[in-house]
Each structure stands twice: as structure tokens, then as C-alpha cells.
């Protein structure tokens, strides 16, 4: 079956200091995939998503992530990180042949501190 | 923007209680989904739909049921609730097509306990 693997559920970093959060996807055949966050009391919200083309992606905030497929790698970046960065992030993957379903990692609770 | 619409913030049930959760969009969209959020679990996927009247089962479906009457409207149903669906229900909505390459949209989601 399918699945989403995200390295890391608890990071902490100071601000100014860079992020990369993992993610891995299992193989399934076509697949897009998103990295969504939720910040405290909020809704989850889409960051960035990746459908084709330029595997280097930007979303909002100066986040970015990069495909590697031969990885099967979509890890989430950002050079250099807000006390307003402090979320939960979830990446996800959405294959074609599973019914159209999107599948969640366990999500990567980020602290940052002030 | 798309806004996506749970009925109740915070919900307190007794167990045995048959449950109730609303979600409502306001973008037309087609798709529309009930997910779980449990802590180190991530989210779960419990049922969909893609059209009035059509639903299909999730990853976790067991002790769950859904009604769309209205292609607005997506209610998930806790026949008899138990301790143990204790959790964050969260809805979304995508546009029509294959969701799998919509990005969906989720409301803020139902924090359910059951006593």
C-alpha cells in the first residue's frame, strides 16, 4: 500500500536558522505532492504542491521543496526560519491509481525559537 | 476564497450517542472528505465523495457512516460514539475532477470527545 514517511515529528531551531524537513513517498506510479501546514488554532492550509515539471517548487512564506524522484523524495525547505514559522507540517501524496485518494504523512511539529 | 464550514468547534458525547458532524463549502466544489487527526497518527482518511448521494469508504471507516444529500453538505455520523473515536475531525473540500490532483481545503475542524 501506498504511504507517506516524514523523518522527523519534533524539530526545534532557533530563528535565523535553516530548515529542511523529510519526506518520503512510497512508489505507486503518477503522483503529486503537497506539503500542507497548520499553524496553532488554525486550519491546515496548502504550502506548495507539485504536479510537473521544475522539481524545485515554491509555495507561500519563502518555502520551497524539491522532487527527487529517483529518491522518491519530497523534502520542504526554507533558508532561514520565523517565530511565526512554528506549525505543523504535513506532507502528502496523491496517487492516481489509488482512487484519487491523497495520503498523509504523520505530520513534523516545528518549533521555532524567538 | 473558499470557505469551508464545520458546524461545531468542540463537542462533548456520552458514549452509546449517535453523533452528528456538519461541514459545509461554499465553492461548489464536487469533492468533499472526513478526515481524523489524531497526534503522531497524522491525518486519516475516513470517507468521501465525490457527488450527491455517492460515498465511498476511507482508510478508517469502521463505526463511521456519511450522508451528502446537498452537493454543499457532508455530514459524518457516529452511529454509536466510543471512547476511542475521541479526536479532531477534519473536512475538506477539492474541486471537481481527480482529486488527487486537487489541493483540498479544510475547515477548522471539530474537536469530539466522548465521556
Known amino acids: 500500500a501506498q504511504s507517506v514517511s516524514q523523518h522527523n515529528h519534533h524539530v526545534i531551531l532557533s530563528e535565523a536558522a535553516s530548515l529542511e524537513l523529510g519526506c518520503n513517498y512510497s512508489?505507486?506510479?503518477?503522483?503529486?505532492l503537497f506539503w500542507y501546514v497548520q499553524y496553532p488554532g488554525q486550519h491546515l492550509q496548502l504550502l506548495l504542491k507539485?504536479?510537473?515539471?521544475?522539481?524545485l517548487v515554491k509555495g507561500i512564506k519563502g518555502f520551497e521543496a524539491e522532487f527527487i524522484k529517483s529518491k522518491f523524495s519530497f523534502n520542504l525547505r526554507k533558508p532561514s526560519v520565523q517565530w511565526s514559522d512554528t506549525a505543523e507540517y504535513f506532507c502528502?501524496?496523491?496517487?492516481?491509481?489509488?482512487?484519487?485518494?491523497?495520503?498523509f504523512g504523520k505530520g513534523t511539529r516545528l518549533h521555532i525559537l524567538p | 476564497d473558499v470557505k469551508v464550514t464545520q458546524s461545531s468547534r468542540y463537542l462533548v458525547k456520552r458514549t452509546g450517542e449517535k453523533v452528528f458532524l456538519e461541514c459545509v463549502q461554499d465553492?461548489?466544489?464536487?469533492?468533499m472528505f472526513w478526515y481524523r487527526q489524531d497526534p503522531g497518527l497524522g491525518l486519516r482518511l475516513i470517507y468521501f465523495?465525490?457527488?450527491?448521494?455517492?460515498?465511498e469508504k476511507g482508510d478508517i471507516p469502521e463505526g463511521y457512516s456519511v450522508s451528502r444529500e446537498k452537493k454543499e453538505r457532508f455530514s459524518l455520523i457516529l452511529e454509536s460514539a466510543s471512547t476511542n473515536q475521541t479526536s479532531m475531525y477534519l473536512c475538506?473540500?477539492?474541486?471537481?475532477?481527480?482529486?488527487?490532483?486537487?489541493?483540498?481545503?479544510f475547515g477548522n475542524g471539530t474537536r469530539l470527545t466522548v465521556t
Open positions: 475538506a473540500s477539492s474541486f471537481p475532477g481527480v482529486s488527487y490532483n486537487s489541493p483540498l481545503h
Open positions: 512508489y505507486g506510479g503518477t503522483v503529486n
Open positions: 507539485y504536479f510537473s515539471g521544475d522539481p
Open positions: 502528502a501524496a496523491g496517487y492516481k491509481n489509488r482512487d484519487d485518494k491523497i495520503i
Open positions: 465553492m461548489d466544489h464536487e469533492n
Open positions: 465523495s465525490y457527488d450527491v448521494k455517492m460515498k
